[in-house]
């Protein structure tokens, strides 16, 4: 079953800026999407019109099969959207945030302890949940923010740049925790990132978004190995070059180089040991040894033909929370 089905989305602002241009895609039921791309591609415009809060121009989208734009109540129902910025209240406890969501979204009066409980231990916030949250940390302001979701119990949790304006260990224990709900509770994620890092390591699937338009879709894998081989470059005495011959299950010879011979593999990490075995037990010398992998970067520029750089915007978002944080200090 699908999570999300996204056909022909069209978003035109009245200023006439196509900021999304018929767009198509489909998330499965238990996966985590994201949608990466620079500064202005249109990410988030795209998931302001799936958790409704904006209307499309044009296309449909339906959320576990019920359509959007017919039954938006419906969908909310099943979905939790994470704005970029803060949303939570710095003069309300961690408690008291989840108690007036919890509210909002007509979680019964019977289940809502439990439920408040459950999500700030689940979160990891259970000891501080009495404190102001304008003394939280930023990453302890962004779990609030997906603790209010998980009181909702959303099918579908869409999050629009969830580490934006976090340090590194705040990033990581984020990913986490997302991962975590991914696969306990089989949470499909929709999220926005502009982190390449980001995209690779927490989603199953891309899709890489630019100016209105998704230039490619797949997983960062299948995208990575579409741009170009793995190599592994061996630094070797001149006379050992010469009669190199390499099995086919290590790899290709596909060229020379000074003293290097350049091999193709397919998994560069993992040959690598098996072809320094197959090299020392033929008593042939390495010098030195290399190997070169395509990221996300050499995806986008392929696919979107442009460089990817981080746009003005996410400087100043981040600013935003540190301000934010700051001030509420
Ligand atoms: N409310 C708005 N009115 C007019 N233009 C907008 C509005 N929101 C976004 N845009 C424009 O739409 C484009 C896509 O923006 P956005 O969806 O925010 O991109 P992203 O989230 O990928 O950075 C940009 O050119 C942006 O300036
Ligand atoms: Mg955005």
New binding site residues.
Partial sequence: MYALQVKDLTKV?S?R?R?VDSISFNVESGEIFGLL?P???????TIKMISTISRPTSGSILVFGVDAEKHPDKVRELIGYIPQSVSVDGDLTGYENLLIFSKLSYVSKKERDARIIFALEYMGLKERANELVKHYSGGMMRRLEIAQALVNRPKLLILDEPTIGLDPASKTKMWDYLKKMNREFGTTILL?THDMAEADLLCHRIAIMNAGKIAAIGSPQELKMSVGVEMIKLCLDSSAIEKLVIPDELGKIIGYENSSVIISVENAEKKIPSIVEYLLKRGIKIESISFNKPTLNDVFLKYARVAFEEGESYSQARMTRRVFARRSR
């Fill in positions: 602002y200023s800026i900021a791309g500064n202005g591609a249109g990410k988030t415009t926005t």
